[in-house]
């Protein structure tokens, strides 16, 4: 490993999804007082995982995972192990929901250290499309022309999906505000990519609803 990537980060593919539901990089975990008893969400790449067996006969695992930020090793026991275990597999892109919070071991401890306790893990590459309620888009009336509509139509056919596509037509000068539900079309991940390309070409914005 050189520890960069010539090409850009792995996760960049996943761009959306990380920007809609991610919330903490990893190098925030360096001062974990910042995030104390704060649900987090991380995306990465898993870079390194095991699967052994411990001291007292059972097993346990670790996975290591890489954001453009940093790395940060998990392991699971137990219960953990039994949910999470099948995740730690190098290559794999994962998103992560977690929990800072005081150990609770050793119990006669002091100081209490603290801890990123995982409570979720999910596959990165499907999880936008199970996981976001609707797509909104906002433009200006004036903004819609035949070719608009025409371009529209052509990303969503080439982009079905599951996701629920929303769309307000405004106008500043009226006080306009019509938003319309989609029947014909849902979408999915690959669209909110290509969106943004057209997006500057209308003066669209978007933005992606989490259910």
Do not use: Q
């Amino acid at each position: 490993m050189i520890g960069f990537y010539i090409s850009g980060h792995p996760l960049d593919e996943y761009e959306e999804t990380v920007r809609t539901f991610v919330d903490t990089k990893i190098e925030s975990f360096k001062d974990l007082t910042t995030l104390k008893d704060k649900e987090i969400c991380i995306a990465g790449m898993v870079v390194g995982a095991e699967n052994r067996i411990g001291k007292n006969g059972n097993p346990y695992s670790s996975l290591t995972i890489e954001d453009e930020t940093g790395a940060y090793t998990f392991r699971f026991f137990g219960n953990d192990y039994v949910k999470f275990g099948n995740f730690c597999r190098e290559g794999l892109y994962l998103i992560m929901n977690a929990l800072v919070k005081e150990k609770t071991w050793p119990k006669d401890a002091i100081t209490k250290e603290l801890e990123v306790r995982v409570k979720e893990v999910a596959l990165l590459n499907n999880y936008m499309e199970e996981n976001a309620k609707e797509l909104e888009m906002t433009i200006d009336y004036n903004n819609i022309t035949e070719l608009f509509v025409k371009e529209l139509e052509t990303l969503c056919k080439k982009n079905k999906g599951k996701i629920t596509l929303k769309i307000n037509i405004v106008s500043a000068m009226d006080d306009l505000k019509l938003t319309m539900l989609s029947k014909k079309f849902k979408v999915a991940p690959s669209f909110i990519k290509e969106i943004r390309k057209f997006s500057s070409k209308y003066g669209l914005l978007y933005k992606v609803l989490k259910r």
